[in-house]
């Protein structure tokens, strides 16, 4: 290899560079020019990468936001099945005392027949609640990740 002379290429200082031998220098550019497809390849996966960052950041914000909003919905469902139960539990205690007393009419009785009302109240709270988990649980199932 010949010993190209030191200078300058376009504006930048040309460098030694030792060539398969102590003894041989050949000056070469330390920053070689990029064809221009190089930087626009580089610009579009960017642009491509940012964009998928993007969707990936919305799906899991909104996959945060609808399991939080199950969270509230089961909280509130284990709320009403316990007072569904204390309801249940108080029905029961006055029934079961007005037979060990022996009355004859104790569902007519005014303090049983107010509970009613509450807890057909409640059990359909409960299940407008349970019908809007399964549609949540629903919607979770049909989206997917965006780029998996």
Known sequence: MALIEPGFNAGLPIFPVLIDAPHRV?????MPQAPLGFFKRLRED???????LRQSAMFWTDRALMETELLRLRYRLSDLDRQLAGYYREVGEKVYGRLRSGEEKVLSDD???LLFPRIDRIRKERDQIAAEIEELKGKGTESEEPGG
């Open 26 to 30: 050949c000056y070469s550019n330390p």
């Open 46 to 52: 960017t642009t491509r990468g940012l964009q998928t």
């Open 111 to 113: 303090e049983v027949s």
